[in-house]
């Protein structure tokens, strides 16, 4: 395996593989730039895309284990100072939070609880109703999860566009670095390869301010979806990126360099598609 290393990122650049029941399938790497904390494509038009964005702060945790509830409340407790900010007219900056949650079961508003197969009274993992839109998913090690905090008055003032966006977004990922053709299904959300779904979309929208968001499963252990009917669909199955790159892939690279890559073809393929410049902070 290759290493390319550009302004401080490493990316993995896997030479073509020939081996029986897969196709040749590199990976592609796309350079972007750390300038003055703010990251951009770095081609000759970063310059004018760092002045004409809007800023986005990326508290991003990506490696990290955060319980689901801490993520939760920090999110809603960021929707209420977005509203003060609105009403101040000092909102400035949308934010991302990206991070990875110990196992956990989450339900949306009007999930049904047939589609657990165990009783919600004794769950194997914690449990969560949310406000969120969507039926019952799973998350877990492996997965990333990106929850974008958008003022949508900045974007678009439509829901079904956002939606859409957080497909395109990862439908991106999977083509341009791990040439896997992703696609929507019509009438459902998510991304999908085939029949297998690979990434979950649920979200809130609170006075055009999002929050909930998106989850990738990258090396997921798939087995705790097999206790649900995941999003509510009896005919669907899920994947992970390390599912569908196959197994002769998957041995030769280590599941924590797949996570790290995931998540700059992610941090790259947000800020394009929502035309942002991401600036990392801390949690204080």
């Known amino acids: 395996m290759m290493l390319l290393a550009s302004h401080g990122f490493m990316i993995p650049c896997l030479p073509r593989m020939n081996s029986e029941g897969m196709r040749n399938r590199p990976f592609y790497s796309t350079r972007f730039a750390n300038v003055d904390g703010v990251y951009h494509v770095a081609d000759d038009s970063a310059t004018s895309h760092r002045v004409q964005r809007r800023r986005c702060d990326c508290y991003d945790h990506y490696k990290q284990l955060i319980p689901y509830m801490e993520a939760w409340c920090w999110q809603k407790s960021l929707v209420r100072m977005r509203h003060d900010l609105v009403g101040r007219d000092e909102d400035h900056s949308d934010m991302l939070i990206i991070l990875q949650h110990p196992p956990v079961y989450t339900l949306g508003t009007g999930s049904l609880e047939k589609y657990l197969h165990f009783n919600i009274q004794d769950s194997p993992y914690e449990i969560y109703r949310t406000e969120r839109g969507g039926e019952v998913t799973y998350h877990g090690p492996g997965q990333l999860v990106m929850y974008p905090i958008v003022n949508l008055r900045y974007h678009k003032m439509d829901l079904h566009w956002y939606l859409r966006s957080l497909e395109e977004v990862i439908i991106r990922v999977l083509s341009s670095t791990f040439a896997i053709k992703a696609s929507r299904i019509k009438g459902l959300t998510g991304v999908w ?28 252990d798939l087995s705790p979806f097999q206790r649900i009917v995941p999003c509510g669909l009896q005919d669907r199955e899920v994947c992970s990126l390390k599912e569908l790159l196959g197994n002769s892939l998957s041995g030769k690279i280590e599941d924590s360099v797949l996570i790290d890559t995931a998540h700059e073809s992610l941090v790259k393929e947000f800020s394009e598609v929502f035309q942002l410049s991401l600036s990392n902070r801390s949690i204080s």
């Open 193 to 220: 390869v085939g029949n297998k779904k690979v990434a979950a979309i649920g979200i809130r929208v609170s006075r055009w301010i999002s929050y909930h968001g998106l989850a990738v499963n990258v090396t997921t």
